[in-house]
């Protein structure tokens, strides 16, 4: 006879590990407008290729000050460059975010450096994830889809609490987290 911590453990390794149910919810997220701003025009054509072949329309600059400017179009998504010259990634992000137009817009840092407290400063600054060069699709589709869905929830909460009833979801996108947080999707 099993024990119940046994049964418990074989029954947890039935549950997909997080990655895969973040990559499994960036194949439901379709046709997001996404914002690429880095100062690497190979890195900036190589996303652009990558994210339009996964359906999405993609937007590039080279610059922050144009990416303040274009984060005014509304993007789905923007992911930024942490070190450009002029105006860098972490000042793109306080722009974007003391903006009251721009300040939910799900923002990720790319960055080609490893320095862990560049990274934190991003994620204290309002960043919603770090994806360190080089990175595998597999981890830039699970900070999308991670960074999307920690938005999508959070508007959900402010609408709820704000009196709004809830809103249009993407029923997809929170069935999969629901199953993966063993929570039951609301409605």
Request: net charge negative.
């Amino acid at each position: 006879m099993r024990s119940n911590l046994q049964s418990d453990l074989d029954a947890n390794r039935r549950w997909p590990l997080p990655s895969q149910v973040a990559c499994g919810a960036y194949a439901q997220l379709q046709h997001l407008r996404i914002l690429v701003i880095n100062d690497d025009h190979g890195v900036s054509q190589f996303l652009q290729l990558l994210l339009e072949g996964d359906g999405h329309l993609v937007l590039t600059t080279d610059r922050g000050t144009t990416g303040v400017e274009l984060a005014a179009l509304r993007p789905d998504l923007i992911i930024c460059d942490m070190k450009m010259p002029g105006l860098d990634g972490f000042g793109v992000l306080r722009a974007v975010r003391h903006n009251s137009h721009t300040e939910d817009i799900p923002f990720i840092f790319l960055t080609g450096s490893v320095d862990t407290d560049d990274m934190r400063r991003g994620v204290a600054l309002g960043a919603d994830d770090c994806v360190a060069m080089p990175f595998a699709k597999k981890d830039l589709a699970a900070a999308i889809a991670a960074s999307c869905y920690k938005h999508e929830l959070l508007q959900l909460r402010l609408r709820i609490s704000a009196g709004l009833g809830q809103p249009e979801l993407n029923a997809p996108l929170l069935a999969t987290f629901a199953a993966a947080d063993r929570l039951r999707p609301i409605g």
